[in-house]
């Protein structure tokens, strides 16, 4: 790891960055992560980011990361992701822990969630370029 741990650290309090010589950095989560990794890590190209989220409401909007494939390993919970492909949406139950679901580079991605539900999702996600976009 670029900075030694003496402890373990908890995926709900921080993001590890793995940067392009392979190293390892933890990076507080908060508002404030993005602009940071951007900053930090040249906006942030060759670099993955791996993350954990709840959820328990629909994603406010899309996202697409050009820079390669995103990898989603759902923990807890269940939700529907939103696949954009071709002008199509495709809806894709993720409803099972421990089901993992690659999402194409390029490929515009959104989730939604039950009314009273959540879930609990793990990300591995190239960063580099990642675009955003209001759902319609």
Known sequence: ???PADKPLNLRDVALVLDTQQRV???PTGPELY???DTQFNQFHGCV???EYAFSANWSSYEMHPAGDEVLY???GRCEL???QQGQTQRIPFDTPGQVQVIAKGCWHS???RPGESCRILFFTPGAGT???ARR
């Open 111 to 113: 989730a939604d969630v």
């Open 35 to 37: 602009p940071q990794l």
């Open 82 to 84: 939103l696949l954009e």
């Open 49 to 51: 980011l791996l993350s």
């Open 25 to 27: 950095h933890a990076m």
């Open 1 to 3: 790891m670029a900075e």
């Open 74 to 76: 759902l923990l807890s």
């Open 131 to 133: 675009e955003h976009r």
